[in-house]
């Protein structure tokens, strides 16, 4: 249509600025990518463990980074995209949010970062139960292996807590960390009852927290067995409590890859950081349940499964660069946008 003599022309639209590369994949990201920080996190907790300290920081570098970058995503959705954020918050990958900030800061407070592994205790706490309130009203029958994670985010509790603990000597601490220890099992057991078994032989990746869920049981579970806290009766009953969910772990670690072997699943797919993690967790768990437990043969094991996760992570990350080469996007969770 023609405009009359004399109009006043109108200013041209502005055009929206299209995303970078780097945008678009900061954007993409689902919850699920909160288990590459537990991932490198509990390597990074292994390697510090047998005096590995410089890889170990690497691993710690690694993790730090990009948590941070999720914990910006985190509230960029929370701010800006409230919908997108109500969605994945129901679904139980968001839980990674709190296992991921409580691994981190387990390895700050071996650093003797006290007051940072303080702050992180405190935001884990303060996201945990809403979430954890909203994957319990969405939980069905028949779930993934990332339903384990209303264990593992409940136990990053009892583990970051107990380290601060010990490193503190706040008796109230131990305490929580113990609360939290045996709300943690009673979750697993829930969880393990919606589990759907199918996953072993058709799991993408996160059915290995089925395994590295007890895993993680164990290693709260020796940093109450440490703690002088606990003597006579109780300081027995949780030596036993750690042993237990370690050795059923360990006994997922040899079903899951016997199953890895049975029906192999190759290529990346950002689940599979999901596989790391329990991977990581369980040499992590043998190293730290050693010497509270008197087993001193769980150290050596602790060590070959340690560099096993490493290879892992290697072997992941190196999917990762080549799928981002090829242009192909791994598969992403159900539930994920």
């Given at each position: 249509?023609?405009?009359?003599?004399?109009?006043?022309?109108?200013?041209?639209r502005?055009?929206?600025?299209?995303?970078s590369?780097?945008?678009?994949?900061?954007?993409?990201?689902?919850?699920?990518?909160?288990?590459?920080?537990?991932?490198a996190?509990?390597?990074?907790?292994?390697?510090?463990?047998?005096?590995?300290?410089?890889?170990?920081?690497?691993?710690?570098?690694?993790?730090?980074?990009?948590?941070?970058?999720l914990a910006?995503?985190?509230?960029?959705?929370?701010?800006?995209?409230?919908g997108?954020?109500?969605?994945e918050?129901?679904?139980?990958?968001?839980?990674?949010?709190?296992?991921?900030?409580?691994?981190?800061?387990?390895?700050?407070?071996?650093?003797g970062?006290?007051?940072?592994?303080?702050?992180?205790?405190?935001?884990?706490?303060?996201?945990w139960?809403?979430?954890?309130?909203?994957?319990?009203?969405?939980?069905?029958?028949?779930m993934?292996?990332?339903?384990f994670?209303v264990?593992?985010?409940t136990q990053?509790?009892?583990?970051?807590?107990?380290?601060?603990?010990?490193?503190?000597?706040?008796e109230?601490?131990?305490?929580?960390?113990?609360?939290?220890f045996?709300l943690?099992l009673?979750?697993?057991?829930?969880a393990?009852?919606?589990?759907?078994f199918?996953?072993?032989?058709?799991?993408?990746?996160?059915?290995?927290?089925?395994?590295?869920a007890?895993?993680?049981?164990?290693?709260?579970?020796?940093k109450?067995?440490?703690?002088?806290?606990w003597?006579?009766?109780?300081?027995?009953?949780?030596?036993?409590a750690?042993?237990?969910?370690?050795?059923?772990?360990?006994?997922?670690?040899?079903?899951?890859l016997?199953?890895?072997?049975?029906?192999?699943?190759?290529?990346?797919?950002?689940?599979?950081w999901?596989?790391v993690?329990?991977?990581?967790?369980?040499?992590?768990?043998c190293l730290?349940?050693a010497?509270?437990?008197?087993?001193?043969?769980?150290?050596p094991?602790?060590?070959?499964?340690l560099?096993v996760?490493?290879?892992?992570?290697l072997?992941?990350?190196?999917a990762l660069?080549?799928?981002?080469?090829?242009?192909?996007?791994g598969?992403?969770?159900?539930?994920?946008?």
């Amino acid at each position: 249509m023609s405009r009359p003599p004399g109009a006043t022309p109108r200013p041209p639209r502005p055009r929206r600025a299209r995303p970078s590369p780097v945008g678009r994949w900061w954007a993409g990201l689902p919850p699920a990518a909160g288990a590459a920080v537990m991932a490198a996190g509990i390597i990074s907790i292994g390697l510090h463990l047998i005096g590995r300290d410089l890889l170990s920081l690497v691993a710690l570098a690694g993790a730090g980074a990009l948590w941070i970058l999720l914990a910006a995503d985190f509230g960029n959705r929370l701010i800006r995209d409230r919908g997108r954020f109500r969605a994945e918050a129901d679904t139980p990958a968001a839980l990674t949010a709190v296992a991921a900030t409580t691994v981190l800061g387990a390895r700050l407070s071996l650093l003797g970062h006290q007051q940072a592994a303080a702050a992180l205790l405190a935001v884990a706490a303060a996201l945990w139960p809403g979430l954890l309130i909203g994957v319990l009203r969405h939980w069905r029958r028949r779930m993934p292996g990332s339903a384990f994670l209303v264990c593992v985010a409940t136990q990053g509790l009892a583990v970051l807590a107990g380290a601060l603990a010990a490193a503190t000597g706040r008796e109230w601490l131990a305490r929580a960390a113990l609360a939290a220890f045996v709300l943690g099992l009673l979750l697993y057991a829930e969880a393990l009852v919606r589990f759907d078994f199918r996953e072993v032989l058709t799991g993408a990746g996160d059915h290995w927290v089925a395994g590295g869920a007890l895993a993680i049981c164990s290693l709260a579970g020796s940093k109450l067995t440490a703690s002088p806290v606990w003597t006579g009766s109780a300081h027995t009953a949780l030596r036993t409590a750690t042993l237990v969910p370690l050795a059923l772990g360990l006994v997922w670690y040899a079903a899951l890859l016997a199953a890895e072997l049975l029906r192999p699943r190759p290529g990346y797919d950002i689940r599979r950081w999901a596989t790391v993690f329990p991977l990581g967790m369980t040499a992590t768990a043998c190293l730290s349940a050693a010497g509270p437990t008197g087993v001193d043969p769980l150290r050596p094991l602790g060590e070959v499964l340690l560099w096993v996760s490493v290879a892992a992570w290697l072997l992941t990350f190196a999917a990762l660069v080549t799928t981002g080469r090829t242009g192909r996007a791994g598969r992403r969770p159900p539930g994920t946008r």
